[in-house]
């Protein structure tokens, strides 16, 4: 099934494959999707991921972080801030904290995709894709 917004169709993914607690998920493999994984990996949020598959088919499985022998979820949440109707964009100066610095804030910008703080530190602006807890 084509997803026009693949960003919101990777996050709902994880969301729903951790409320249900499986140990990975398949995602559609993009360029965006990629980036986007490697910047949870990075920040902790989940295990790892690869692409697997040929051609169009590819997908990434995205191995998923818990906690505790209740296995609670690494990520609580993930909220979708740019939609394809409403873009949201940000300078340096006004880059979104979330939970106070708890949380990410992933933003799209001319120098790829990066957290708010990475961006805060470099002194770039940009999309602002979605925040994380």
């Known amino acids: 099934?084509?997803?026009n917004d693949t960003i919101a169709d990777m996050l709902t993914r994880i969301r729903n494959a951790c409320m249900v607690r499986h140990q990975t998920t398949n995602i559609p493999s993009t360029?965006?999707?990629r980036s986007v994984a490697k910047v949870l990996k990075d920040e902790g949020f989940i295990g790892d991921f690869e692409e697997v598959g040929e051609g169009v088919k590819k997908q990434l499985v995205v191995s998923l972080k818990y906690k505790g022998?209740?296995?609670?979820?690494?990520?609580?949440?993930?909220?979708?801030?740019?939609?394809?109707?409403?873009?949201?964009?940000?300078?340096?100066?006004?880059l979104p904290r979330v939970l106070g610095g708890i949380g990410i804030a992933i933003i799209s910008t001319s120098s790829g995709i990066m957290t708010d703080r990475e961006a805060r530190r470099q002194g770039i602006?940009?999309?602002?894709?979605c925040y994380v807890w």
């Open 31 to 33: 360029k965006m999707t």
């Open 69 to 94: 022998k209740n296995r609670q979820p690494i990520i609580r949440a993930m909220k979708r801030v740019s939609k394809p109707g409403l873009r949201v964009y940000s300078n340096c100066k006004e």
């Open 1 to 3: 099934m084509a997803a």
């Open 125 to 129: 602006g940009g999309e602002v894709l």
